[in-house]
């Protein structure tokens, strides 16, 4: 079976940083389309930033230029380069990928099960 598994998170004082990563396992051919959302209490998981296959990239308003999404596709992992962090930053970040699963057709969607930030003085 496919699983992502984020790393990276804890907790860092504003204006800090954190590199987040997701981890690929199994039988997979690829990484397609991936991207970083993010969940805090009580509010909706929003998408923070999301890259295609071709590199094409996308940012959600309130971390352009300061996060950075990159992807490494000889080592089927996604990372997340976030600067200059701010309390507004705390949430639940998932990793979500399109990967082509060697024993299943076609492309599939698949979430990980999330990492912590707390950006907190």
């Known amino acids: 079976q496919v699983q992502l598994v984020e790393s990276g998170g804890g907790l860092v004082q504003p204006g800090g940083s954190l590199r987040l990563s997701c981890a690929t396992s199994g039988s997979i051919f690829g990484i397609y389309a991936t991207g970083w959302y993010r969940q805090a209490p009580g509010k909706q998981r929003d998408m923070v930033a999301t890259?295609?296959?071709?590199?094409?990239?996308n940012y959600a308003d309130p971390v352009k230029g300061r996060f950075t999404i990159s992807r490494d596709n000889a080592k089927n992992t996604v990372y997340l380069q976030m600067d200059s962090l701010k309390p507004e930053d705390t949430a639940v970040y998932y990793c979500n990928a399109d990967i082509k699963y060697r024993y299943y057709t076609g492309i599939r969607n698949y979430w990980g099960q999330g990492t912590q930030v707390t950006v907190s003085s």
């Open positions: 890259i295609s296959d071709g590199g094409s990239t």
